[in-house]
């Protein structure tokens, strides 16, 4: 059974940093593509980040470059999100997801594409 487990999460003022961790069993992580995606109150859920299965790829949405970070240890099947100078529009729920069908240095921000998803955890940014 396939599971990823997200962490991290909290409530940190604005200027802050938290550090998300998503750790995976039940697949061979390294075969697996990763990403971030959040939603908000009232809002569709969006892309955040992608790392490669090869980890030389990364990819982030524009609001958040340059402030957040993603990474993964394969030895440890657990992939991060380093966010940095955090707004109060980053508030969210952030899920970890993984992809099996993008190989080597590929990602998507597709939704659709990723085979599991993580239960979630909860960033809020107070200004």
């Known amino acids: 059974q396939v599971q990823l487990a997200e962490s991290g999460g909290g409530l940190v003022q604005a200027g802050g940093s938290l550090r998300l961790s998503c750790a995976a069993s039940?697949?061979?992580?390294?075969?697996?593509?990763m990403g971030w995606f959040r939603q908000a109150p009232e809002k569709e859920r969006e892309f955040v980040a992608a790392?490669?299965?090869?980890?030389?790829?990364?990819h982030y949405i524009d609001s958040v470059e340059g402030r957040f970070t993603i990474s993964r240890d394969d030895a440890k099947n657990t992939v991060y999100l380093q966010m940095n100078s955090l707004k109060s529009e980053d508030t969210a729920i952030y899920y970890c997801?993984?992809?099996?069908?993008?190989?080597?240095?590929?990602?998507?921000?597709?939704?659709?594409?990723?085979?599991?998803w993580g239960q979630g955890t909860q960033v809020t940014v107070s200004s």
């Open positions: 997801a993984a992809d099996r069908r993008y190989v080597g240095v590929q990602v998507t921000t597709t939704a659709d594409d990723y085979d599991y």
């Open positions: 039940g697949l061979t992580f390294r075969l697996y593509a």
């Open positions: 790392i490669s299965r090869s980890g030389e790829n990364t």
